[in-house]
């Protein structure tokens, strides 16, 4: 159905029920009521909240604004149900809705707005009220119903937090080898822990691998370490350190393959019995991981263009990926690519190998557009490599915390110095990102603990109010800091307030001379930097009166005189009180003018002549306007005078009150009064506000012409272009859910 047809559906039913008014009645109780229902969401999560009638009787139109905590919930969307209208979420914390049914709604139960919310990441757990306002309802005879409004609640629950686990992984110089080569295998971790005690467990298959070598690694340099390896395919290292430096590096583990065929075999690690330098205990994991033994006469593998990231991301912190390819490779020229996920990361810079760039011939073009998650580069060096060799550093700044992957592809077959095509094995990089926190504690000068707090990597901490410290006797002291750089935290640090002690500047308090009925001070001392008193002043007793005469004035026409009387010469305070002197009054002459002291003639009366040109105005909008408004004035002498209206003769004008107002035109003494209208565009029937009401009584009235329902006629005009038509019946519609201002700008 087009707009057209409904407002011409709209119409007849609303003439209809203007027939019907007179015999069917509606009798609403307060029992209808129009409910927000409840809903739970967690932190950066989503929830519907359903707004229900119930206890309706033909519900025909209502309108009205959902209310909510705009610091912590967004709208994500809103649907109207069961009725047509429109929904405006635009200003963040409400919500305006303005909904009809031409048949009307009956029962309860029944949907009339679906709001889906988004909970803010930085939302603290809790309770949100979401609150109902309604404007405005009504039923099909354009009878008001009462609605009582029933609250809802928003429960924002806390994420779940995930329990730290200390990751343990393999780092190996290869996957695959023949009989008698050597396998170093690393064990690492998924960050820097500082772990001070702990046991790990790697094994391995005794009958394909004999141990070289098993050694401790950079995070462990200044522990005490127990390695033991008699048990076959088994290595137990325990370690213990006092001061933990940090570090991913644990365990190096050197085998040499002694099976003699085909086989593939795992490997495994697993911590035990891990402690944190604080001596809290922390859970550990391990990982599992193949080594593949091959004949002689098997192929051996694929040679790798692979990229390498280092262990612990942080999101705080950029990284640079290389990207290597295998000697033996051969590779002489090709076309890569290495995609990334830009949700993750986004890439800040591509630079060439320095070693690279001093091959005579080598050469790398690389794109220079990152932002659709590709970099792209070719490869040229006429002699071809013959060595492990690094292509590319490329440096990525990650976004957000998670897990992504740099995948390495070929756009075109690379080749050999002799023009022979090359198949490469793409191995790819996954990039793990942490955020990592730090502990932040500022101390008093006498060592007591201010504040404590966690701040993230690189981040500044915020310290506390800087502390006061009393003036003693001899020096005030100043704050000047807190013994250190704040600004950026790499580790858990402390601070300490700092103080300059400052001899007292000695200023002198001046004497305060007494008067007649005051006090007066004797001089002190204070310091002129802190205040602090060093020698107190002291009261020094008044003076009392020193009377004298004032003469007597004589009155005028207009001015009151005074007898004689007395006071003080030092303080002006009066001892004998001079009494008023009644002012004698005109005495006017035959052309009104006083003989006196030539005073005018006062106005006998006034009388409007023409009304200003303006009589209507906009509500909080219009200010007075009295042109072409004119006056009689008659005097007491005869006199006659025809003037202007001013601003300053006229009152009573309050353009924030509705209706016809009787304005008072005052001159001199005397006083006449004429009337304006101050109304509200699209107000129809004068209570003040737009509502559903007034786009109902406008409907009528353009459907039907049924004009004598609007009790003001002058506020049809939505626009004030002069004419009532269709542009005014969208703008009452429209300004209803805060498309547009009830009243237009000039």
């Known amino acids: 159905m087009s707009m057209k047809q409904l407002l011409r559906r709209a119409a007849a039913l609303l003439c209809a029920a203007v027939l019907l008014a007179s015999s069917v009645c509606t009798a609403w109780g307060a029992s209808a009521f129009l409910q927000a229902g409840s809903a739970e969401a967690e932190i950066g999560g989503e929830c519907t909240v359903l707004i229900t009638g119930s206890n309706l009787q033909i519900l025909a139109g209502v309108s009205g604004t959902v209310e909510y905590d705009a610091d912590a919930l967004e709208v994500s969307s809103t649907q109207m149900q069961n009725m047509t209208g429109d929904v405006n979420a635009s200003?963040?914390?409400e919500v305006r809705f303005s909904g009809l049914s031409l048949e009307g709604i009956s029962g309860s139960r029944q949907e009339i707005l679906r709001i889906t919310f988004r909970v803010r990441e930085n939302t603290e757990p809790g309770e949100y009220p979401v609150n109902i306002t309604v404007g405005s309802a009504y039923d099909t005879s354009l009878n008001s119903i009462h609605m009582t409004t029933v609250s809802g609640v928003i429960t924002v629950k806390e994420k779940p937090a995930e329990p730290e686990i200390a990751r343990?992984?393999?780092?190996?110089?290869?996957?695959?080898?023949?009989?008698?080569?050597?396998?170093?295998?690393?064990?690492?971790?998924?960050?820097?822990?500082?772990?001070?005690?702990?046991?790990?467990?790697?094994?391995?298959d005794a009958k394909v691998f004999a141990l070289v070598s098993a050694e401790p690694m950079s995070a462990l340099r200044q522990a005490t370490c127990s390695i033991d390896t008699t048990r076959a395919g088994a290595v137990s290292m325990t370690f213990a350190q006092s001061e933990p430096e940090g570090g991913c590096e644990y365990l190096c583990v050197k085998l040499r393959a002694i099976a003699d065929g085909n086989v593939t075999t795992k490997v495994t690690v697993a911590p035990e019995t891990l402690y944190t330098a604080d001596r809290a205990p922390l859970a550990g994991t391990g990982s599992t991981d193949?080594?593949?033994?091959?004949?002689?006469?098997?192929?051996?593998?694929?040679?790798?263009?692979?990229?390498?990231?280092?262990?612990?991301?942080s999101t705080d912190k950029a990284f640079t990926a290389l990207v290597m390819?295998?000697?033996?490779?051969?590779?002489?020229?090709?076309?890569?690519?290495?995609?990334?996920?830009?949700?993750?990361?986004?890439?800040?810079?591509?630079?060439?190998?320095?070693?690279?760039?001093?091959?005579?011939?080598a050469l790398?073009?690389?794109?220079?557009?990152?932002?659709?998650?590709?970099?792209?580069?070719?490869?040229?060096?006429?002699?071809?490599?013959?060595?492990?060799?690094?292509?590319?550093?490329?440096?990525?700044?990650?976004k957000q915390e998670g897990d992504s992957m740099l995948i390495?592809?070929?756009?075109?077959?690379?080749?050999?110095?002799?023009?022979?095509?090359?198949?490469?094995?793409?191995?790819?990089?996954?990039?793990?990102?942490?955020?990592?926190?730090?502990?932040?504690?500022?101390?008093?000068?006498?060592?007591?603990?201010?504040?404590?707090?966690?701040?993230?990597?690189?981040?500044?901490?915020?310290?506390?109010?800087?502390?006061?410290?009393?003036?003693?006797?001899?020096?005030?002291?100043?704050?000047?800091?807190?013994?250190?750089?704040?600004?950026?935290?790499?580790?858990?640090?402390?601070?300490?307030a700092q103080y300059h002690a400052t001899a007292?500047?000695?200023?002198?308090?001046?004497?305060?001379?007494?008067?007649?009925?005051?006090t007066g001070l004797t001089e002190g001392k204070h310091c002129a930097t802190c205040g602090k008193v060093l020698a107190e002043q002291k009261i020094a007793p008044a003076l009392g009166h020193d009377m004298v005469i004032d003469m007597a004035v004589a009155a005028t026409c207009?001015?009151?005189?005074?007898?004689?009387?007395?006071?003080?010469?030092?303080?002006?305070?009066?001892?004998?009180?001079?009494?008023?002197?009644?002012?004698?009054?005109?005495?006017?002459?035959?052309k009104h003018i006083c003989v006196d002291c030539n005073a005018e003639d006062p106005v006998l009366k006034i009388e409007i002549r023409s009304l200003p040109t303006q009589t209507i105005y906009v509500r909080n909008r219009d200010s007075l306007n009295v042109a072409g408004g004119r006056v009689l004035v008659s005097y007491e002498s005869g006199a006659e005078e025809e003037i202007g209206l001013t601003d300053g003769m006229v009152s009573g004008f309050d353009n924030s009150a509705l209706g016809k107002q009787t304005l008072a035109v005052t001159i001199g003494s005397k006083t006449a009064e004429f009337t304006v209208i101050v109304l509200v565009p699209s107000d129809l029937n004068g209570d003040g506000v737009v509502t559903m009401m007034d786009l109902a009584l406008m409907r009528r009235y353009m459907a039907g012409g049924y004009d004598d329902v609007i009790l003001v006629p002058e506020a049809a005009d939505a626009n004030l272009d002069g004419e009532v038509n269709m542009a005014d019946l969208t703008i009452i519609r429209q300004y209803l859910v805060g498309g547009y201002e009830a009243v237009p700008k000039e």
């Open 91 to 93: 200003t963040p914390g």
């Open 168 to 204: 343990f992984y393999f780092g190996m110089d290869k996957h695959s080898m023949q009989k008698d080569e050597t396998v170093t295998v690393r064990i690492l971790t998924d960050k820097e822990w500082d772990l001070a005690a702990g046991k790990l467990l790697f094994t391995y």
């Open 290 to 313: 193949e080594l593949t033994v091959y004949k002689v006469e098997e192929p051996p593998a694929l040679p790798a263009l692979r990229v390498v990231v280092p262990m612990a991301l």
């Open 325 to 361: 390819v295998d000697g033996e490779s051969a590779l002489a020229a090709g076309d890569f690519c290495i995609s990334y996920d830009t949700e993750a990361l986004t890439c800040v810079g591509v630079e060439t190998d320095d070693a690279l760039k001093d091959r005579a011939g």
């Open 364 to 398: 790398i073009m690389t794109n220079e557009n990152f932002g659709d998650g590709q970099v792209r580069f070719s490869f040229v060096d006429p002699a071809g490599i013959t060595e492990d060799t690094t292509l590319l550093h490329i440096t990525f700044q990650p």
């Open 408 to 496: 390495p592809s070929c756009v075109s077959t690379p080749v050999t110095a002799d023009r022979e095509t090359i198949t490469l094995d793409m191995a790819s990089a996954e990039c793990s990102v942490k955020d990592l926190f730090f502990t932040v504690c500022f101390f008093a000068e006498d060592g007591s603990l201010l504040l404590s707090q966690s701040v993230r990597y690189r981040d500044a901490a915020t310290p506390p109010a800087a502390p006061e410290k009393e003036a003693d006797g001899n020096n005030h002291y100043a704050f000047i800091g807190w013994g250190g750089d704040y600004t950026c935290i790499t580790a858990d640090c402390d601070f300490t």
């Open 504 to 518: 007292h500047d000695i200023a002198t308090d001046t004497a305060v001379a007494a008067t007649c009925t005051k």
């Open 558 to 590: 207009t001015k009151t005189g005074l007898t004689e009387g007395s006071h003080c010469s030092r303080c002006d305070e009066a001892t004998a009180e001079q009494k008023i002197v009644p002012a004698r009054g005109h005495s006017f002459g035959k």
